[in-house]
């Protein structure tokens, strides 16, 4: 036995190796593993595909299919500041009208190499501002706005941020960044101008109760009222609220409760097709003839729309041009490209049918 008094360095003793823990989930290395290859041959193979041979892409390929990996986007994304991620608000998943632009939207990023996230929001009591704070903390290349940012809390947070921000269905002179919508108060005044140019005289409402809806009605109303479409010494037209989001039931009872206060309404106007399908299936119960004794329109253009009895007149609103749209703007600014024409107004037009 060696008693030689140890040295200060001998006393030094390396730090315990930590043993790591692997987390069950299949990784890169697993691939390339399999597939015969480095773990930096498979990376380029997953990435960039034309960098490698087509064997060895078929053998990586093959890999990833046998072992269910999925490629960590946040790592990548993390190397190359983009997320390939473009979030979008909505106010409910629920809510029909907005599909159009959705499926839209979904397609058009995807074929640019971007996925879609969806955030609802809701009407009563929004929650938009604490989602987008949410959707901010993940840094998404974009974000698409349902409507037009009224918080200024939330309008000052997307300024900050510097994402890309598309808002739609509405139209402002002051936008947060990129805008896609239509006026809700040329379609409120178009729609009275239909109706009156139909021989209507006596009109109404039925309406959501989102701010959206409500500005259509009241220029319609406004409208209404100025071509005389109203009782002598009315300020507005008779209306009746009901909350957002609509359904065909809103509908049903709406009218009665409107031809229970004004049976001499001759045209009904609704703030959505979902109303408008709740107002002829009431009329149809109760035996009132459409057109003839009430005229209804409604708005959306929903697939069901034309093969009612009757056929629904509506107001047509381009929802796969406003996500084509505001996909490539989110894009474009993401990819450092100049967007021109960053403000669109895509406008609206009143589909003819045989309930008005």
């Known amino acids: 036995m060696d008693d030689t008094p140890a040295t200060k360095k001998d006393l030094i003793l390396p730090p315990p190796r930590r043993s790591r823990r692997k987390s069950g989930g299949t990784t890169l290395r697993d691939v390339a593993a399999l597939a015969g290859v480095a773990p930096i041959t498979a990376s380029r193979a997953l990435n960039t595909p034309n960098a490698v041979s087509e064997q060895i892409l078929k053998r990586v390929r093959s890999a990833v299919e046998q072992t269910g990996y999925v490629p960590n986007m946040l790592a990548g994304g993390l190397a190359s500041r983009k997320s390939r991620l473009v979030a979008a608000v909505i106010p409910t998943i629920s809510g029909n009208v907005f599909l159009e632009m959705v499926q839209s939207l979904t397609a058009s990023l ?46 000052q947070r997307l300024l900050t941020s510097g994402i890309p921000v598309v808002e739609t269905w509405d139209l402002t002179p002051n936008p947060i960044d990129m805008l896609v919508g239509f006026s809700h108060e040329k379609v409120g005044e178009a729609v009275a101008r239909y109706l009156h140019s139909k021989g209507k005289r006596r009109v109404a409402t039925l309406s959501a109760n989102d701010q959206r809806a409500q500005r259509r009605m009241k220029a319609f109303s406004d409208t209404a009222i100025e071509l005389g479409m109203a009782a002598p010494g009315a300020t507005e037209v008779p209306g009746w609220l009901v909350p957002a989001p609509t359904n065909v039931g809103m509908g049903r009872a709406g009218l009665r409760e409107l031809l229970a206060r004004h049976p001499d309404i001759d045209a009904l106007f609704c703030s959505s097709d979902m109303v408008a399908l709740g107002v002829l299936t009431e009329a149809q119960a109760q035996g009132i003839a459409v057109p003839g004794r009430l005229a209804v329109v409604g708005l959306g253009d929903l697939s069901f729309a034309r093969d009612l009895h009757p056929a629904l007149t509506t107001v047509r609103i381009d929802g796969a041009r406003i996500g084509a749209t505001a996909a490539r703007f989110i894009v474009e600014r993401s990819e450092e490209r100049e967007v021109r024409d960053g403000i669109v107004d895509i406008g609206f037009s009143i589909v003819e049918r045989d309930s008005a």
């Not at 640019?112 to 938009?128: A, C, H, I, N, T």
């Open 110 to 155: 995807a074929a640019y190499g971007y996925q879609l996230m969806l955030g609802q929001s809701g009407y009563e009591d929004s929650r938009e501002d604490e989602l987008l704070e949410t959707i901010i903390g993940r840094r998404p290349d974009g974000v698409v706005l349902t409507g037009i940012m009224r918080s200024p809390q939330g309008r």
